[in-house]
């Protein structure tokens, strides 16, 4: 065989291995970067920067060309999600004077309010597009529930009763269960069903375990533990209870999967990075 046919083979099983096993950074500078998502086709990654002087939601191609601010108001915006058809982007904002959720129409880049009352955050769409999970501040009890709405009716279920801080909710592949992290000194993952039964606790670990994302075959939940004494993301496969640490970078938080479940995208000291799971 020809050695420069050898050669190229050899460079681009590099290349695949690198591009889906090693951590990629796809943005750098001086702007803090974080809250990444895939897009639903896998071609583009949304984010919060600060880099316009203010927390914004942004879009980019997932090689972090092409950037592209798509909130431009003075208020602060963070924790974007993308709707599953990809045509609608929930995020989080205290445009109203408390933190709320709203919800943008990619196609006409107009805007609505989906919440209102207590401060919320965390908004997870469901596999349909109909529903969005969400955390929101109980006064009564000084904690935070998990709660969902339907966009389209306004109608609300709240799943857990907040007595202690209860965030990140995330809809399962199937939309049947909400895994989310909970507690007060310490965080854990815990999942429960959209009717609110079925209150599980996922591990129990002597660490902080929080930032729960279900993969998209839904059998496993990627997640950022500090079990090394840092932040690192890991994966556990549901069936056998099976963990395993994907990066090692010491500060990688908020996983969110590939379309493909291959990559999870997260941010690491203030940029995106990509890691083959």
């Not at 445009?95 to 880049?109: A, D, E, R, T, V």
């Not at 309010?113 to 596999?127: E, I, K, R």
């Not at 895994?179 to 606790?201: M, R």
């Not at 279900?214 to 090394?228: C, H, L, Q, R």
């Amino acid at each position: 065989m020809n050695k420069w046919v050898v050669i190229l083979a050899l460079f681009f099983a590099i290349l695949l291995l690198y591009l889906f096993l090693g951590d990629r950074q796809v943005t750098s500078g001086n702007a803090e970067e974080s809250y990444p998502s895939f897009s639903p086709d896998g071609k583009n990654i949304v984010f919060v920067s600060n880099k316009s002087g203010s927390h914004d939601i942004w879009i980019m191609g997932r090689d972090g060309k092409n950037q592209i601010r798509l909130i431009e108001w003075d208020s602060e915006e963070t924790y974007p999600a993308w709707s599953p058809d990809g045509k609608n982007i929930a995020f989080t904002s205290d445009k109203s004077g408390n933190m709320s959720i709203w919800i943008l129409n990619l196609s006409n880049m107009e805007y609505r309010q989906l919440t209102s009352g207590s401060a919320s955050w965390y908004p997870s769409f469901s596999y349909n597009g109909r529903l969005v999970a969400y955390s929101s501040f109980e006064p009564a009890s000084r904690g935070s529930a998990i709660w969902i709405i339907d966009i389209t009716k306004g109608q609300q279920i709240q799943l857990t009763q907040g007595r202690s801080l209860d965030r990140g909710p995330a809809f399962s592949s199937d939309g049947n269960r909400v895994a989310f992290h909970s507690g007060n000194d310490k965080d854990e993952l815990w999942v429960i069903n959209t009717d609110g039964s079925n209150l599980t606790q996922l591990m129990f670990s002597d660490s902080n375990v929080w930032g729960a994302a279900w993969s998209p075959d839904g059998k496993s939940i990627a997640f950022t533990s500090e079990v090394n004494g840092r932040s690192d993301i890991w994966v556990m496969e549901l069936s056998s209870g099976k963990k395993r640490q994907v990066t090692s970078g010491g500060n990688d938080m908020r996983p969110s999967w590939s379309p493909d479940g291959r990559q999870i995208v997260f941010h690491r000291s203030g940029d995106i990075w990509i890691a083959g799971v």
